[in-house]
């Protein structure tokens, strides 16, 4: 299996910063491409970010220049660095990650637990 934990998260005042790590383990044979998603309160899951293993990013348009997604493929940690946060940026944010038990097994994507992000004064 594939475990992923996520840390960062915290309350921080409207306009600061933030860094979100998530740390993927287990039997991974090949890990491949990560996301961030996050959910609101009353809100769907929505798709923050993503990146490929060779560090192609995609991002959702509310982010866009605010947030930065990176990763470390020695580690296999992805990381979502967010600044100029927002109250609406409020949420519960998950790790998502594409991998592979075996070379001869199909990818399957995988969910962390999640860790909160309050955007408060």
């Known amino acids: 299996q594939v475990q992923l934990v996520e840390s960062g998260g915290g309350l921080v005042q409207p306009g600061g910063s933030l860094r979100l790590s998530c740390v993927a383990s287990g039997s991974i044979f090949s890990l491949n491409t990560m996301s961030w998603y996050r959910q609101a309160p009353g809100k769907e899951r929505e798709l923050v970010a993503t990146?490929?293993?060779?560090?192609?990013?995609n991002y959702a348009d509310l982010v866009k220049g605010r947030f930065t997604i990176s990763r470390d493929n020695g580690k296999n940690i992805a990381s979502l660095e967010m600044t100029s946060l927002k109250p609406e940026g409020t949420a519960v944010y998950y790790c998502?990650?594409?991998?592979?038990?075996?070379?001869?097994?199909?990818?399957?994507?995988?969910w962390g637990q999640g860790t909160q992000v309050t955007v408060s004064s």
């Open positions: 998502n990650a594409l991998a592979t038990l075996g070379s001869s097994l199909g990818y399957r994507y995988y």
């Open positions: 990146i490929t293993p060779t560090s192609i990013t």
